[in-house]
């Protein structure tokens, strides 16, 4: 018996979406291809040189370098690893503001480097003073988050690279989720805005590529190089990504997606999903709820805990932030629709 794919009708939490149709396409297409190793596999590494090179104009970097990772996980490890790397120091540390993706996590346990967590203000952004504070001769890298996960909050990036400048560290950008909708706003996060030295922007989410597609971009191709190493038993001879076979499918369909979307229907999206995120944000204000302003299309609204537990019973996929929020992101398979039932299942559930 054959299982049913996911079906997106209930989806409110996932920052994954459907794939666009040529996307999804292309990536049947590249079912079987390696981009891990270009010797052999030549057509998928030249989309995967077409694919960095239309992220580098959607994060305003000329003559980009990096590659197609497995998701925003990776590419912030790879981030980390290259400013571990570029020190050489012992006791190397990253800081981080405390909404950074748990993915740093990890690359701090990965890479045996220190993860200091700083808080954020009031507007659920960095605290400059707190970094400031917190960084030292030992800093190798500052995280800035462009769309955080929780509340879709972008950081004083330029700040942040001042402040990474001074100690001789690295700025890295996280736009894994962000990415897609920012060049529609005018928030200042792209390479061309700051000292940016690498970025995580993941085609795999507002991207709507298919997973696995994620992106690390970096400034310097010798940063890239500080990954590279040798493969002697590959036709070609030097590998910097972290996983060695990689999926020709997200290199295929983030380059069907980028040449179908980009600018103009990423543009659409973004304003119907920055439409939507306002709308269901007005509607919950008018109940009454505490809404968290969706500066990108992601809701936070506190309700109470046993409404949310109702809500999924009926089959909504919803999540919380850590301070218990309900958490909605307005990715492209949302629509008002979906919203407008969702709504109305609140009200009703609601009643006492
Ligand atoms: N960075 C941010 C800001 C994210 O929101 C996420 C996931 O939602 C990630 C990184 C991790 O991406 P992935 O799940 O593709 O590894």
Redesign the pocket.
């Known amino acids: 018996m054959q299982a049913e794919p996911q079906a997106f009708d209930r989806v409110l939490s996932s ?2 979406t459907e794939p666009h149709p040529a996307a999804r396409e292309a990536a049947e297409r590249f079912l079987a291809t390696n981009p891990g190793d270009p010797a052999t596999y030549p057509t998928v590494a030249d989309l995967e040189e077409e694919a960095v090179s239309r992220l580098g104009d959607l994060v305003g970097l000329d003559d980009p370098t990096g590659y197609v ?8 490890i790879q981030a980390v690893r290259i400013a571990r790397d570029r020190t050489g120091r012992e006791s190397a540390n990253v800081v981080m503001p405390e909404s ?4 740093f996590q990890k690359a701090a346990d990965v890479l045996g480097i220190e993860l200091r967590i700083v808080p954020v203000d009031d507007e659920l952004r960095a605290d400059l003073e707190a970094v400031r504070e917190c960084v030292d001769e030992n800093t190798a890298l500052v995280v800035g ?5 929780e509340y879709g909050r972008v950081d004083p990036i330029p700040e942040l690279g001042e402040i990474a400048r001074e100690v001789d560290a690295l700025l890295h950008v ?5 990415g897609f909708v920012l060049p529609f706003t005018d928030h200042e996060w792209r390479f061309d805005h700051a000292p940016v030295d690498t970025m ?1 922007v ?1 085609p ?2 507002m991207g709507q590529a298919a ?2 597609a ?1 992106g690390l971009l970096v400034r310097e191709e010798s940063l890239l190089d500080t990954l590279a190493i040798d493969t002697p038993y590959l036709e070609s001879t030097s590998q910097a990504t972290l996983t060695g076979t990689r999926s020709g499918a997200g290199v295929a369909s983030a380059v069907a997606a980028l040449r179908e979307l980009w600018p103009d229907g990423y543009r659409t999206q973004y304003v119907r999903s920055q439409r939507n995120a306002e709308w269901l944000a007005d509607a919950f204000a008018q109940r009454g709820y505490d809404v968290v302003d969706p500066e990108l299309p992601l809701v936070a609204v506190s309700i109470p805990e046993r409404l949310f537990y109702d809500l999924r019973e009926e089959g909504w996929r919803i999540s919380r932030t850590g301070s218990g929020e309900l958490r909605i992101v307005c990715m492209p398979h949302v629509t008002r629709a979906m919203l407008e039932s969702f709504v109305a299942d609140v009200d009703r559930l609601a009643k006492p």
């Open positions: 920052m994954c990772a497995s998701g925003g996980t990776e590419a912030n950074g993706h748990f993915s988050v462009a769309g955080t996960t996280d736009a894994a989720w962000g995580t993941d795999h989410k997973v696995p994620g």
